[in-house]
């Protein structure tokens, strides 16, 4: 298969899948290594296909994800995350991003796709074998998440469990 081929598949399993796919998954369908992989993921995105790294692997952005979109600003330290995040997935939302505004780059903003306890608790185990710390340890703990929420109604109990948790931004 070409160079060229395969990109274009690799786009095509992309959009079709509902999930995030990892590179070495991929590496592994086409026989190729990750890093071939990587760079064949920049040069579709430098062609202009919306895709994003995950800590699942990588996602095409589809037109606007499924229910309400939704935004909360949340504050609390790294020890804090996993509880935050449980609260919103155990609503049936999903976890879109997490945002922080830098004083240096502006707006940061990481692709999370976190849907379930399980997703939170693959995220954690990945963040502390990784030693990597959260985007919000850079701005004191702010930061904002956007929400794929099934209706209004889980949107507000996210913001009630935020909040009676304490960590709930609020104007």
Known sequence: MR????RQAILDIL??????????????QFSV???????????????GADISATPRG??????????LVRQVACRHDALGMETELNAMVDQGCT???VIVEHPIYGQLTGPLQLSSRYDVTQFIVRCTQADARPLSDLTEGIHLHTLSCPSEDAF?????????MGVLVEG
């Open 15 to 28: 959009n079709q899948s509902g999930l995030p796919v990892s590179a070495a998954s991929l590496a592994r």
């Open 58 to 67: 990588y996602v095409a952005h589809q037109p606007s994800p499924a229910g």
């Open 95 to 97: 976890v879109l991003d």
């Open 33 to 47: 290594s990750r890093q071939i992989i990587v760079g064949d993921i920049a040069l579709l995105r430098a062609a």
């Open 156 to 164: 507000q109990r996210v913001r009630t469990a935020l909040r009676d």
């Open 3 to 6: 160079a060229e081929e395969r």
